[in-house]
């Protein structure tokens, strides 16, 4: 890494997309990789929108740095991060959050959950590496920035053990036995961590608070024989979790698939959107809400590209980057029975170059509305654009 922790400088570039003309901000050109957070809403930026979070990998270090969006500067938070996980990963934006009216970034490290303060660049270690055979997922931000919960579930046998790779995880853990999953909380001031939730035979990655209650999760259940890739086959994958009474509310889509995934929040808290490979072909994409009514489901059957959903913050808008175009961010309007399509503005990416996640897009929009963030991949490594909308 040729910046050192606190140091700032600007590497971006501007152009006008050449679908919408809207103007694009091009934040990093240089590096191997550089990746925002995930699809997860209000998990990237300042509550004001002027920063975004990411981390950033140079000459096989990594480091967690902010961007200030209007001018394009950088600021590497951390020292440089040379030890690899237990994955064989240095820190990326797949387990990146923020909390963003106490600006205190949370990322994993060493299967640590560590936090680094935006402006005064002050570090904490939240939660210490759980020890060989387990992995943290995603960390989540409460409403009320209190508290910070993360999923803690078994690892691959093999990748703990740092061995060569013989089989896969369905292969390893065909009938669950084995398998665990813990939801860690702990207050994002510091202090001592507990488990507040836990089951047996799962697995989840995921666990995103809803925006305006502190006290519920939407969280993924994946069970075996295929997990994350299709869970048992006849049991529904989102739901939501109420922490202080532990009780699980599925929310059912309509098709007969019924495994949604890339689900998240929109701002206020009333829907849950999500999307998933159609039992009819193609896919389907839906809102619906806390309690598990379905507020709207479009089954796109000639709709054959992957991709994810993400929230908007002032429109009845689903923030696509896949499923019907390639190449190009869309707003999928669900107000109506018929769904309205508009483009945002193309991103080009390649996907699955590099591998892993850092080449999707994951676009997220800032809490004012002014922006959409996404990673775009090119020539075997990946920047991250911001669209003024």
Not at 222 to 245: M, Q
Request: net charge negative; aromatic share 10%; charged share 20%.
């Amino acid at each position: 890494m040729p910046a050192r922790k606190g140091e700032t400088w600007n590497e971006s570039e501007t152009y006008k997309d050449a679908w919408t003309l809207r103007p694009v901000r091009r934040l990093t050109t240089m590096g191997a990789t550089n990746q925002t957070p995930t699809y997860h809403t209000n998990i990237g930026f300042t509550d004001d929108g002027e920063f975004l979070i990411f981390a950033t990998e140079r000459e096989g270090l990594s480091a967690v740095c902010k961007v200030h969006l209007p001018t394009g500067d950088i600021t590497q938070l951390t020292d440089a991060l040379g030890d690899r996980d237990g994955e064989g990963r240095i820190v990326d934006g797949s387990r990146l959050c923020i909390a963003p009216r106490s600006r205190w970034t949370l990322y994993v490290h060493q299967q640590a959950l560590k936090a680094v303060h935006l402006d005064t660049f002050e570090e904490r270690i939240l939660i210490p590496s759980q020890g060989p055979g387990m992995m943290l997922g995603i960390p989540s931000v409460s409403g009320d920035e209190s508290h910070i919960t993360v999923p803690c579930f078994t690892q691959h046998p093999e990748i703990a053990a740092g061995k060569r790779l013989t089989g896969d995880y369905m292969k390893h853990f065909p009938d669950g036995k084995g398998v665990k999953l813990q939801l860690l909380e702990v207050p994002l001031t510091g202090g001592d961590y507990r488990v507040v939730y836990e089951e047996d035979g799962i697995r989840s990655a995921h666990c995103p608070h809803s925006p305006v209650d502190s006290d519920l999760l939407l969280i993924d259940r994946d069970f075996p024989p295929r997990y994350w890739a299709g869970s048992d086959g006849k049991t529904n994958r989102i739901w939501t979790l109420r922490l202080s009474t532990k009780e699980l509310t599925e929310l059912p889509c309509q098709d007969p698939n019924f495994f949604q995934v890339h689900s998240c929040w929109t701002f206020d808290g009333q829907h849950i959107l999500y999307h998933g490979r159609s039992a009819h072909g193609g896919y389907f994409i839906g809102a619906t809400d806390p309690q598990g009514n379905t507020v709207r489901e479009y089954g796109m059957h000639g709709a054959n590209y992957y991709g994810h959903v993400s929230a908007m913050v002032d429109r009845p808008a689903i923030i696509l980057d896949g499923n019907i175009s390639n190449n190009l961010l869309l707003w999928l309007y669900y107000d109506h029975e018929m769904p309205r399509v508009e483009v945002i503005a193309a991103h080009n990416t390649d996907w699955g170059r590099p591998p892993g996640q850092f080449s999707h897009p994951h676009p997220l929009c800032d809490p004012t509305g002014r922006y959409i963030t996404f990673n775009a991949a090119e020539n075997g490594r990946t920047d991250i654009f911001a669209v003024k909308v």
